[in-house]
């Protein structure tokens, strides 16, 4: 049974930073694309960044240059490095899989076949 368990959220102060983390098992997730996502109140689940099975990152436009997506196939961990982080950027992030070879990692919820349950990220201003 695949699973995704997110972890490293928190309360952070206005240009502080925080790294997620997300562990993937039941599978080999070498040929996955994997997503962050975030959803804050009253809003709709937007994609945040992805990676693909070669490495190969994208990003929403408001986080290019604050955050930066890895992946460790030995451990079968996605990594979400937060810097800079704003007020807006408070929310549930999301850890998602999907089996692709894309050349992209997707920015719809809908190519996703796994999903974390969230952790929640507060940054204070």
């Known amino acids: 049974q695949v699973q995704l368990v997110e972890s490293g959220g928190g309360l952070v102060q206005a240009g502080g930073s925080l790294r997620l983390s997300c562990a993937a098992s039941?599978?080999?997730?070498?040929?996955?694309?994997m997503g962050w996502f975030r959803q804050a109140p009253g809003e709709e689940r937007e994609f945040v960044g992805g990676?693909?099975?070669?490495?190969?990152?994208n990003y929403k436009d408001s986080v290019k240059g604050r955050f930066t997506i890895s992946r460790d196939y030995a451990k079968n961990t996605v990594t979400l490095m937060m810097n800079s982080l704003k007020p807006e950027d408070t929310a549930v992030y999301y850890c998602?899989?999907?089996?692709?070879?894309?050349?992209?990692?997707?920015?719809?919820?809908?190519?996703?076949?796994?999903w974390g349950q969230g952790t929640q990220v507060t940054v204070s201003s």
């Open positions: 998602a899989a999907t089996r692709t070879t894309a050349f992209y990692a997707s920015r719809e919820r809908s190519a996703y076949d796994y």
């Open positions: 039941g599978t080999s997730f070498t040929n996955y694309a």
């Open positions: 990676i693909t099975w070669s490495g190969r990152t």
